[in-house]
């Protein structure tokens, strides 16, 4: 199994000086916000210009017919409270 990178192309200005300890925290809160759906809350985690980008040919991207990276805090929170949701939803 590939681990998914997840990457920020800038530095976000409030968190310089941030210690391993406490960037584990943030992600940890930032994983966690994601099956809130709450689209302010998620977009916190991210700068607008984020990428998030997933092995090609990824089961998610392929089961929702889009895109393997996304490029864009926008996108990335639009991916998490609507077209995951459709995707992990129960029929």
């Known amino acids: 199994m590939r681990a998914v990178q997840y990457t920020v192309r800038r530095s976000w200005p409030n968190l310089a000086g941030l210690t391993s300890e406490r960037n584990c925290k943030l992600v940890k ?7 809130t759906r709450d689209k302010d809350l998620i977009a916190t985690f991210f700068t607008r210009d984020a990428e998030w980008p997933a092995p090609p040919g990824n089961a998610t991207a392929v089961a929702l017919g889009g895109s393997h990276h996304m490029v864009g805090r926008d996108a990335i929170v639009h991916f998490l409270t609507v077209d995951f949701r459709a995707c992990s939803s129960p029929m």
């Open 29 to 35: 809160q930032a994983w966690r916000s994601f099956p």
